[in-house]
């Protein structure tokens, strides 16, 4: 006997009367996002709400075993149904489902029954895959709409890497982060034109967009360069990490995120990875390979452009990372980010930023192998690399956590004016 309980589903009709909000993670990927849904048909909100509330929403209506990222979504999205600010009759939730072996591909489920715990068993939840899981009418990925949306990451994660690299050593506050909206006001723009998402057109648009961060006046002096890695939702979000970049940024440091394109990247060479490793279905390599194909060409895109103007540093492409993780950690090791995670950190201290912030939420066992376990191989390759890993839950002190961090920072302080003071000698 199944005992499977029904769900509401997010119906065509649906489209004209719900609006359908969706979880922050990465701030300049998810604006531009938000705009393309819109552009789309759907009336789409990109969530904000942060505080207290939202991670004691998540832990009233989500098991306490359940992963960090899962219950602070979760929770998000209850405090905001909560808040009134939503009709729940005429509102629909979606989240990612990464359709991996990791805990990620039951978040959906999670947050239908927390839905009907809370009392809003009517709001249907819509689950964002490419793998045809758990469908729903009213919401198509359609080849253009997918196009745009990998587009909004690429163009995320070239406007992300070059104002990170730019926004320390402006000469006029703020002039980065107006450049930043400016982009994403001409992107969106054009995308409702049906244009800008072609590779041809990105390439073009890549380059303005690389020159254009080239032209803010800059001063450059020698700052800390400090690079974060960890499971990718405390990563990137800032209500997760407790904005961790903001506080890189006030302790005056240079910030290099890698970026999501890599992680696509990844999750479509890993099926790839298992055909090779166990045999497998020849549709999967013809389709993982087409797609590791078309995602490597927007990943050239982004690393060519920035490559255009020698005071930045480009991030090495998927390619070379998977090269990097040899002799640390087998490709095969793929739940969560898996090897990427300790590829990057490689890569980072490779690349001059090896102050390295490993965010991870605690009782993630993958990213405590792929990441906080690997430290000491990391640093056996890279004995410069000076590597602190941060557990983030609603249990864990922020000072505390940003009192780990100001001590790997005082250390990265401390080599920076030896190699300062030996390049003046
Ligand atoms: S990677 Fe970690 S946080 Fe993400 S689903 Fe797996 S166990 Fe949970």
């Known amino acids: 006997m199944s005992t ?32 393309v849904l819109e552009q789309s048909g759907y009336h789409a909100r990109l969530l904000t709400n942060e505080g207290s509330q939202v991670s004691s929403t998540g832990q009233k209506y989500v098991h306490n ?50 839905l009907r ?11 964002l895959n490419l793998q045809g899981l ?20 690429a163009y995320g994660d070239l406007l992300m890497i070059l104002a990170n690299q730019v926004r320390p050593y402006e000469l006029q506050s703020g002039q980065t982060d107006q450049l930043v909206d400016q982009w994403i006001r001409e992107l969106s723009g054009q995308f409702e034109t049906g244009a800008g998402y072609d590779l041809h057109a ?28 960890g499971e990718i939702y405390v990563k990137y979000s800032a209500l997760a990490n407790n904005h961790l970049e903001e506080f890189l940024r006030q302790q005056d440091c240079e910030i290099m995120m890698p970026g999501i394109m890599q992680f696509l990247l990844y999750a479509a060479d890993m099926p790839l990875e298992d055909v090779r490793l166990y045999g497998g279905k020849k549709s999967t390599q013809v389709l993982n390979g087409v797609m590791l194909t078309y995602l490597t060409k927007y990943e050239s895109l982004v690393m060519d452009a920035i490559g255009l103007y ?44 090896g102050n390295i912030v490993c965010a ?43 009192n780990r961090i100001k001590l790997m920072l ?5 080599n920076l004016q030896q190699r300062t003071a030996a390049a003046a000698d």
């Open 117 to 127: 715990d809370a009392g809003y068993p009517q709001v249907p939840v819509i689950s």
């Open 310 to 353: 020698p005071e930045f540093t480009v991030p090495a492409r998927y390619r070379r990372l998977k090269e990097l993780a040899g002799g640390l950690i087998g490709t095969g090791c793929k739940m969560g980010e898996g090897w990427l995670l300790t590829a990057e950190m490689a890569e980072l201290a490779e690349s001059g930023y």
């Open 65 to 114: 075993d359940t992963c960090y990222p899962a219950l602070l979504t979760i929770g998000q999205m209850i405090s905001a149904l909560e808040t009134g600010g939503y009709d729940p009759d005429r509102t629909a939730l979606v989240l990612p489902q990464t359709g991996g072996g990791c805990r990620a591909s039951n978040y959906v489920s999670l947050l239908r029954k927390a």
């Open 410 to 414: 005082s250390i990265a302080r401390e």
């Open 134 to 153: 758990d469908d729903s009418p009213g919401f198509k990925i359609t080849l253009p709409l997918l196009r745009k949306m990998l587009a909004c990451m």
């Open 202 to 229: 990105m390439k073009r648009n890549d380059g303005l967009i690389a020159r254009s961060f080239h032209e803010v006046p800059v001063r450059r002096v020698p700052k800390v360069k400090t690079g974060v890695v």
């Open 360 to 402: 991870q939420p605690f009782g993630c066992l993958p990213n405590h192998i792929a990441g906080k376990a690997m430290i000491a191989k990391v640093r056996r390759r890279y004995p410069e690399a000076n590597i602190v890993a941060i557990d983030y839950d609603p249990g864990a002190a922020r000072v505390n956590q940003e």
């Open 4 to 35: 499977r309980v029904p769900h509401p589903v997010f119906t065509e009709e649906m489209r004209k009367t719900h609006t359908i909000l969706f979880p922050n993670m990465v701030d300049i990927h998810f604006r531009l996002l938000q705009n």
